[in-house]
């Protein structure tokens, strides 16, 4: 993706995004664990929003994509941080934050720090609290003591890495074991066939949101990543639902 820019965090890490002035709701997109804004939804999104006159935000986590840093070093709350930094920096209206898997659990942790600039939120395949349910007793062991821990990759030819860092931030940042105290609109995207993370995942985050505008809609025919043709325009519907 060639049009992206930087922006710079107090420390000096250099943040990769892509921002289009517009009307509000402005559209914020959170990608999922190891991915970033040259996606298949991240793109669909800015391409919509400008086609739209819609204000849109995309950005690189530190350690992914464009962006300054070592993904070793990656972790929801510093991710939160340089979101937060980004929509100060640029949103002015209110903001619909769309997370994708991880995105999904990031999005929750921004929204708690937006108050009355929260529009609403979207997920897809939402993910919150995977470095709890998603692990396996031996792997929090062997992540407790330090060690980083490999998954299979199916999207590519490396294995999936989960660093000692981010597994103790991610657990410090569960969400699922109480009420989470976001009022505004929500709408949950999720596959049936998905093959990462639990459809019954969402279930359980809608149950746990104080809003009571909460949907719920279930693909039954779609994976993890619901980047087909007619998975975009669904999440483009609900977005509107919203905006």
Same mark, same amino acid.
């Given at each position: 993706?060639?049009?992206?820019?930087?922006?710079?965090?107090?420390?000096?890490? /250099?943040?990769?995004? /892509?921002?289009?002035?517009?009307?509000?709701?402005?559209?914020?997109?959170?990608?999922?664990?190891?991915?970033? =804004?040259?996606?298949?939804?991240?793109?669909?999104?800015?391409?919509?929003?400008?086609?739209?006159?819609?204000?849109?935000?995309?950005?690189?986590?530190?350690?992914?994509? @464009?962006?300054?840093?070592?993904?070793?070093?990656?972790?929801?709350? /510093?991710?939160?941080?340089?979101?937060? &930094?980004?929509?100060?920096?640029?949103?002015?209206?209110?903001?619909?934050?769309?997370?994708?898997? =991880?995105?999904?659990?990031?999005?929750?942790? !921004? &929204?708690?720090?937006?108050?009355?600039?929260?529009?609403?939120? !979207?997920?897809? &395949?939402?993910?919150?609290?995977?470095?709890?349910?998603?692990?396996?007793?031996?792997?929090?062991?062997?992540?407790?003591?330090?060690?980083? !821990?490999?998954?299979?990759?199916?999207?590519?030819? @490396?294995?999936?890495? =989960?660093?000692?860092?981010?597994?103790?931030?991610?657990? &410090?940042?569960?969400?699922?074991?109480?009420?989470?105290?976001?009022?505004?609109?929500?709408?949950?995207?999720?596959?049936?066939?998905?093959?990462?993370?639990?459809?019954?995942?969402?279930?359980?985050?809608? @149950?746990?949101?104080?809003?009571?505008?909460?949907? !719920?809609?279930?693909?039954?025919?779609?994976?993890?990543?619901?980047?087909?043709?007619?998975?975009?325009?669904?999440?483009?519907?609900?977005? @509107?639902?919203?905006?």
């Amino acid at each position: 993706m060639q049009d992206h820019s930087f922006h710079t965090m107090p420390d000096g890490r /250099r943040i990769a995004y /892509r921002y289009a002035s517009g009307e509000g709701p402005a559209i914020v997109f959170l990608p999922g664990y190891m991915s970033d =804004m040259a996606g298949g939804k991240a793109t669909a999104l800015m391409d919509w929003a400008q086609a739209n006159g819609r204000s849109c935000l995309l950005l690189d986590y530190s350690g992914c994509g @464009e962006s300054d840093g070592d993904f070793a070093d990656g972790t929801l709350s /510093r991710w939160r941080e340089e979101a937060i &930094a980004l929509i100060d920096q640029f949103v002015t209206v209110p903001v619909i934050i769309v997370g994708s898997s =991880m995105g999904g659990w990031l999005n929750l942790l !921004v &929204a708690e720090t937006l108050g009355l600039r929260l529009a609403g939120l !979207v997920g897809i &395949a939402s993910a919150p609290d995977f470095t709890d349910w998603g692990r396996s007793e031996a792997d929090k062991a062997a992540l407790v003591a330090g060690k980083t !821990v490999y998954d299979e990759n199916p999207y590519g030819p @490396e294995p999936t890495p =989960m660093h000692p860092g981010f597994f103790a931030d991610g657990q &410090a940042n569960r969400r699922l074991t109480s009420t989470i105290a976001i009022d505004a609109p929500v709408r949950l995207l999720h596959g049936q066939k998905d093959a990462d993370v639990p459809w019954q995942v969402s279930l359980q985050l809608a @149950e746990a949101l104080r809003s009571d505008d909460v949907q !719920v809609t279930l693909v039954k025919d779609g994976d993890h990543r619901l980047s087909r043709h007619q998975d975009i325009a669904l999440l483009l519907r609900l977005i @509107e639902t919203i905006a």
